[in-house]
């Protein structure tokens, strides 16, 4: 004689019950998987314009790219992806402001890297807080290696470029991390003020938490990375934690003002390997695309 369930739905075998039920949280779990990395490691684009009062006419237009927080992370073989995403944008300059590297060993993706941003457009590079803490040696090995990959790295100097007929002064600072009797971004806007008198002036510093300091010294525009866009970015407000573990930090992306200076803050492009700065939330790694406009 065999059991039915009439009028009813038939009952499952509690072993399929329970095989049932694990596949659907292995399901949630690999969905929940797959976009904790798209929010890790899914590369976006930014595309923002900037206006600036003092910025002179001839560089109405201008396209630059900022990079910023690479950590030693490739996107696609020799950086393909990254690259591929940067030349889509058109840029006329390339700025790298630090912690492209976490370990000596990351030294090995430079090339490819580098030569790649170059062949696009002059691509400048400043150092971050982590490429010295790899220590003095690797960074004494990166900055001639980035040279000879055709990039232009700013120590505590500036190089005029021109556009139009107009010309500004792009400088840049070593980190702070950096040795300690290096000239200071102060002494660096006297001498620019004094042998390049009244020109509109962009700074490459990695650190956004200076800003006061930049602002201070009389640099027009300063682009930073170091923040990561706050790790985790809520509504209302701009991050949920800084680089110097406080929460709620201010001025961790986008474009900021003091007095007559302005800063934009990249989020960066990777993850370093402390806990605190190893994921992101709401927050995906970005290529910024800055168009500049003269008010």
Request: proline residues 4%; glycine residues 12%; hydrophobic residues 40%.
């Amino acid at each position: 004689m065999t059991a039915s369930n009439r009028g009813g739905r038939a009952r499952l075998h509690p072993a399929l019950r329970f095989l049932r039920a694990l596949a659907v949280l292995a399901v949630i779990a690999a969905l929940g998987a797959a976009w904790f990395y798209w929010q890790c490691w899914g590369l976006m684009t930014t595309r923002a314009e900037v206006t600036l009062d003092r910025l002179p006419e001839g560089f109405d237009g201008c396209r630059v790219v900022l990079l910023s927080d690479l950590h030693g992370h490739e996107y696609g073989e020799g950086s393909s992806d990254l690259l591929e995403r940067v030349a889509s944008e058109g840029p006329e300059a390339i700025f790298m402001v630090g912690d492209m590297i976490d370990q000596a060993s990351q030294l090995e993706m430079i090339p490819a890297l580098a030569e790649g941003l170059a062949a696009i457009a002059p691509t400048y590079y400043v150092t971050g807080n982590h490429e010295w803490a790899t220590g003095t040696n690797t960074v004494r090995e990166l900055k001639p290696l980035l040279a000879d990959c055709g990039v232009t790295v700013l120590t505590n100097r500036y190089e005029i470029l021109e556009r139009n007929g107009d010309r500004l002064v792009l400088a840049g600072v070593d980190d702070p991390n950096g040795f300690g009797d290096q000239k200071t971004p102060e002494a660096l806007a006297e001498e620019i003020a004094e042998e390049q008198p009244g020109l509109f002036t962009v700074l490459l510093a990695h650190r956004n938490t200076e800003f006061d300091r930049y602002a201070a010294a009389g640099y027009d525009l300063v682009l930073s990375g170091h923040g990561h866009g706050g790790i985790v970015r809520l509504p209302f407000t701009d991050g949920l934690i800084g680089a110097n573990r406080k929460f709620f930090p201010t001025r961790m992306a986008g474009l900021y003002t003091e007095g007559d200076s302005a800063l934009y803050v990249s989020r960066g492009l990777g993850n370093n390997t402390t806990p605190i700065h190893g994921f992101r939330l709401f927050n995906r790694p970005e290529v910024v695309s800055l168009t500049l406009r003269a008010g």
